[in-house]
């Protein structure tokens, strides 16, 4: 009888392994698929890419024991070597073949050049193509900063007593509300896909006091534009407790910070090869909605047209003069229209035709929508009934109410709208790893 003890060790070495120990002259062993292979002659450079990045190989005639002619791009292989210092390979170092053991081999051309530096090719044949496309050093460089956003955004909020949850995503009944929502058939009964876990967060600030989730969200908006997805990543959480809705916006800030210092300390290499210069998070000025529109209006001499919402050039604006003004890469919105904002929005006091909410923009882009929401049950019935709503389909959610809950409040942080401004691509599909929106369901 065999017995499972652990994770297996292996003898073959990782890039990290090699860099953190002493491992000059000695012969080691490395798996990796064939990125590309420069024959010199009687030299030849095989390049091997690996989940850390490349690595160079020199292949010499006579030397090593394997016939290069046999060797193809995109094969899988197993090599050894001796380990020797050079500044000009990838890493600083590159393995001295003696031997090539091939582990699998492609049975068709690469239908893109994903060796090239940038990939020559257009965004439709990059998602047509998209799993290969992700082979590319670039292309993969994106994801790997997406998974530093995630990480940061679950590491941080450990640190803040938060409490990881799994809400469904099928629903009898909307968050939002609305017509954009993708409904279906549940064994012969309505239901919809999720356009937001927000009926769950709440639900369960009534049991953590602190909660949050990363998971996809479905939105049936007929849009065809460089912003939207119908199927995108939200970062949301929601928490209790809090004085103002300045307190969700206040921990953010303090997600946004930690993001970007977990970026600089372990995703250098990433950064360097998309070039990218992090944003200024020290601090983030917040304005007024009315007062946002006010200020773009009179320094940009363009009229204000839509008293209720802000349209795209608004937001593009904003974020421009507050670049100008205050050299600040994000802003926060405050006090959007009640008008605009769920029926679970707390109204102001002070004047509830705005609500206690707020818009974070990054460079003129919209990426988190938050505020406080009504944690009375009275006033929450009262406001679904002046909006003309019923209950129907929410009753789990209105009976939470019933049972008390303390004042909260949360958000969600659209994931790949966040990576697309970090990284400085116009098009959210290049930072989505499969995008679905009005045209593609595959791959």
Not at 208 to 234: G, I, M, Q, W
Not at 318 to 336: L, S
Request: net charge negative.
């Amino acid at each position: 009888m065999e017995f499972m003890t652990g994770v297996n060790k292996k003898d073959t070495v990782e890039i990290s392994e090699i860099l953190a120990g002493d491992f000059e002259g000695k012969t080691v062993k490395v798996n990796g698929a064939v990125h590309t292979i420069r024959d010199m002659g009687e030299v030849a450079f095989v390049v091997l890419r690996k989940r850390e990045g490349l690595l160079q190989c020199v292949f010499e005639e006579g030397k090593t024991k394997f016939d290069l002619k046999d060797l193809k791009e995109a094969a899988t292989v197993e090599v050894e070597g001796a380990v020797k210092s050079e500044d000009r390979a990838p890493n600083g170092f590159e393995i001295r073949l003696d031997s090539i053991r091939v582990l699998s081999e492609p049975v068709a051309p690469m239908p893109l050049a994903i060796s090239k530096w940038k990939l020559n090719t257009s965004l439709e044949a990059n998602l047509n193509n998209r799993s290969i496309a992700l082979r590319n050093i670039r292309e993969r460089a994106k994801f790997k900063i997406q998974e530093g956003v995630v990480r940061g955004f679950r590491d941080f909020l450990y640190e803040q007593g938060f409490t990881e949850i799994h809400t469904p995503k099928i629903g009898a009944k909307g968050a939002e509300g609305g017509a954009n929502m993708f409904r279906m058939d549940y064994f012969h009964r309505p239901a919809v896909l999720a356009q937001s876990p927000q009926f769950y967060k709440q639900m369960m600030v009534g049991v953590f006091d602190r909660v949050f989730e990363t998971a996809p969200v479905f939105r049936a908006e007929k849009h065809n534009t460089k912003r939207h997805l119908n199927e995108y990543t939200s970062l949301d959480f929601e928490m209790g407790y809090i004085d103002g809705f300045e307190d969700i916006m206040a921990m953010e800030t303090g997600f946004l910070q930690y993001m970007v210092d977990l970026l600089k300390k372990d995703y250098e290499k990433e950064l360097k090869i998309l070039g990218v210069t992090l944003p200024n998070v020290d601090k983030i000025p917040t304005v007024r909605f009315d007062e946002a529109k006010r200020k773009v209006a009179e320094k940009y001499g363009r009229k204000i047209r839509n008293p209720y919402d802000l349209e795209p050039e608004e937001e593009a604006l904003i974020g421009q003069y507050f670049k100008e003004e205050c050299d600040a890469d994000f802003v926060f919105v405050t006090h959007y229209p009640s008008k605009k904002r769920p029926f679970y929005a707390m109204d102001d006091p002070a004047d509830p035709t705005f609500t206690l909410s707020f818009d974070l923009l990054y460079h003129g882009l919209e990426i988190t929508t938050g505020g406080q929401r009504i944690h009375d049950y009275n006033m929450l019935l009262e406001k679904i009934e002046k909006r003309g709503m019923t209950t129907e389909g929410m009753e789990q959610y209105m009976d939470t109410f019933k049972h008390g809950m303390p004042p909260h409040g949360g958000l969600g942080i659209g994931l790949e709208r966040l990576t697309m401004k970090l990284i400085g691509e116009d098009n959210v599909r290049e930072t989505t790893l499969f995008p679905r929106d009005m045209s593609r369901l595959e791959p």
